[in-house]
């Protein structure tokens, strides 16, 4: 298993702030993924990054895929109270699809 | 169409006993996954089966546990002689495996308590 490291592990900001998180490996992944946890409940997925460079919107939120495929980065611009969760990385390990899961990081925007 | 379905939602069991979580996936996923999350941690990978091959069981941590897919669909996890540690919310996801991107579609879960 690669190493896989997400930063911050914990985020707590006010309404209306900006946040970024990160996604960082040594090893070149051919896609990632993004995916969301709110308190008692699975994952949903945000976003699929496929292409390195890449950046994929989703209205507030902004998803970049590093140029080498090793890295990704989540941005969130005025953030909301819904906006909180658990923020999860998850590059594809194999053909059918196997994710590795960052262990997170727990984005709280208080109003 | 339906997600994926878990149940039971909740499961309080005494150490010792054993368990059956069950999963019910995505009508044409071909590929499904078993997940452990403890309390404030990220996710931690079981179990995958994809499509007729055989399951990747590498991150099962004991033989305590096991788990199969009957018909290519349903998947039951079972947990044998259960222990505190055991205790933790067991996610279950399906995709559509190879010509997909990956991307898994999670059940709500099933919160195991083990006292």
């Known amino acids: 298993t690669q190493l896989l490291e997400q930063s911050p592990q914990f985020l707590s900001i006010q309404e209306g702030e900006n946040l970024t998180v990160y996604c960082n490996s040594s090893s070149v992944f051919s896609s990632l993924q993004w995916y969301r946890q709110e308190p008692g409940e699975g994952p949903v997925l945000l976003v699929t990054v496929v292409t390195g460079g890449e950046v994929k919107k989703l209205k507030r939120l902004t998803f970049q895929f590093g140029d080498a495929r090793k890295d990704s980065s989540l941005h969130i611009t005025a953030a909301q109270p819904g906006d909180t969760g658990l923020y999860l990385c998850a590059p594809r390990t194999d053909s059918w699809g196997k994710l590795q899961f960052g262990a997170g990081t727990q984005v709280v925007v208080t109003p | 169409g339906a997600g994926v379905s878990q149940s039971p939602s909740n499961k309080v069991t005494e150490k010792g006993k054993d368990v059956e979580l069950r999963c019910d996936p995505i009508?044409?996923?071909?590929?499904l996954y078993w997940y452990r999350q403890s309390l404030g941690q990220g996710l931690e990978f079981l179990i995958y089966?994809?499509?007729?091959?055989?399951?990747?069981k590498s991150g099962l941590p004991s033989d305590r546990f096991s788990a199969e897919r009957t018909g290519g669909s349903v998947s039951t996890l079972t947990i044998q002689r259960t222990q505190q540690e055991d205790s933790a919310v067991y996610l279950c996801?399906?995709?559509?495996?190879?010509?997909?991107?990956?991307?898994?579609?999670f059940g709500p879960g099933t919160r195991l308590t083990v006292t």
């Open positions: 089966f994809q499509g007729n091959s055989a399951p990747d």
């Open positions: 996801a399906s995709s559509l495996g190879q010509g997909g991107q990956g991307e898994q579609y």
């Open positions: 009508s044409g996923h071909t590929a």
